[in-house]
């Protein structure tokens, strides 16, 4: 489920606009505004635009596309069902104007781009039949616009999206969908429309660096190749603080690769100054991103560090216990659950939400041990 979601998140921003469309100086001011992190600013020029123009999809779908992605890289303060419906919405109030108009390669770009949008929202919302419908609409109708113009460089990057993540990553139900629906994918063909959007396109070139970053490090267990792809957005966008995350964390694995978990401890003061350290969340996602690799003994002593860095942190006693669970170290693993759910009252650097979160996920984990809080 977790790749299914991550599926449609890749999927979600990136629909691009090539060199047949007009790509004005407001809409690379609305881009960086996104990547960047403003999204108030961002919604305001979109909305204007919309009240210059309110027949026309393209901005419409520029607010789908602007509420869907700006979650990743800012905190909005919105609930993940009220982003889901505002993408809904203005996807659907694309495809409707769209579908007004006279049924140009452009407009046609708006519509299929407005169905991956939806798409998306049916996806989390675990409505996979709607889902699939809309992704076979977006299918269609950027598959026409590549054969009116071969060049519309933009269009590819949602084709590349539906042959790459059939072929190695849909499994289960949804993988029936897909089957049935004739979308079993092409890992080549995806990757090569992917990579001609992140070369050639325009507006959202960022966007197809960042699929293509995931893409990488997620499924390509290539490591180096993600980052530099990251490394391109960060050139570009250096507030956008999702590809400086997922670009760090390849960096310290690689550099634990080279030279050993050992070394990045002893040199992490000189790490902290070039990487702008100041947070239990960097080596606390290292952790987890080395646990998930199956390197649980990197894994082990990152957390043990993070700890020593951090001893009034909650969190970090919690990320420790699930790595000794993982290393079937239960009586470990109570141990830290224990001191996590002790310090989780007086963390002062969290919400209440999570202080609230964190608690009954500390209680459900010692009950899956055979112990709880008194014992």
């Known amino acids: 489920m977790k790749k299914l979601l991550l599926i449609f998140f890749v999927i979600a921003g990136i629909f691009v606009q090539g060199k047949t469309l007009n790509i004005t100086q407001v809409d690379e001011e609305i881009n960086n505004q996104i ?41 909005t303060g919105m609930s ?4 889901i419906n505002i993408v809904h919405y203005y996807s659907r109030m694309a ?16 519509i299929g781009s407005a169905y991956g949008y939806l798409a998306r929202a049916h996806g989390m919302r675990q409505e996979w039949w709607s889902a699939y419908w809309a992704a076979s609409d977006c299918e269609n109708y950027l598959e026409e616009v590549i054969e009116e113009d071969p060049n519309f460089y933009e269009a590819y990057f949602e084709l590349g999206v539906i042959n790459y993540y059939p ?22 063909l995806g990757l090569e429309y992917l990579n001609l959007v992140a070369d050639k396109g325009k507006l959202f070139k960022a966007e197809a660096n960042i699929a293509l970053g995931l893409i990488y490090n997620a499924f390509e267990n290539d490591l180096t190749t993600s980052a530099d792809y990251y490394g391109r957005v960060v050139e570009k966008h250096p507030e956008n603080n999702f590809a ?14 080279e030279k050993g978990v050992d070394h990045f401890i002893q040199n992490f003061n000189t790490l902290k100054v070039e990487y702008n350290i100041d947070d239990p969340n960097d080596l606390n996602i290292l952790g987890y991103n080395l646990m998930n690799r199956e390197r649980i003994d990197d894994a082990l002593a990152i957390f043990k560090f993070n700890l020593e860095l951090y001893p009034h942190i909650a969190n970090c006693y919690d990320s420790l ?17 224990k001191l996590a759910y ?30 709880n809080i008194n014992s």
């Open 244 to 257: 400086v995350t997922q670009k760090q964390r390849i960096d310290f694995t690689l550099f634990i690769d």
């Open 80 to 83: 993940r069902d009220s982003t």
């Open 95 to 110: 495809i409707k104007k769209g579908e007004q108009l006279e049924q140009t390669t452009e407009i046609k770009f708006y």
């Open 167 to 188: 072929a190695v990553a849909v499994t289960g139900f949804t993988s029936t969908i897909a089957w049935i629906g004739g979308m079993s994918g092409d890992r080549e």
């Open 342 to 371: 002790e310090k989780n009252p007086s963390d002062t650097t969290t919400t209440e939400a999570y202080k609230e979160f964190l608690k009954t996920n500390i209680e459900e984990r010692l009950e899956e041990l055979g112990a």
């Open 35 to 75: 990547f960047s992190g403003e999204w108030q600013q961002a919604k305001m020029l979109i909305e204007k635009q919309i009240r210059k123009n309110p027949e026309h999809p393209k901005y419409y779908f520029m607010k789908a596309y602007m509420f869907y992605l700006s979650r990743y890289f800012t905190d």
């Open 321 to 337: 216990a699930e790595c000794f669970v993982n290393r079937n170290e239960n009586e470990e693993a109570i141990k830290y659950y």
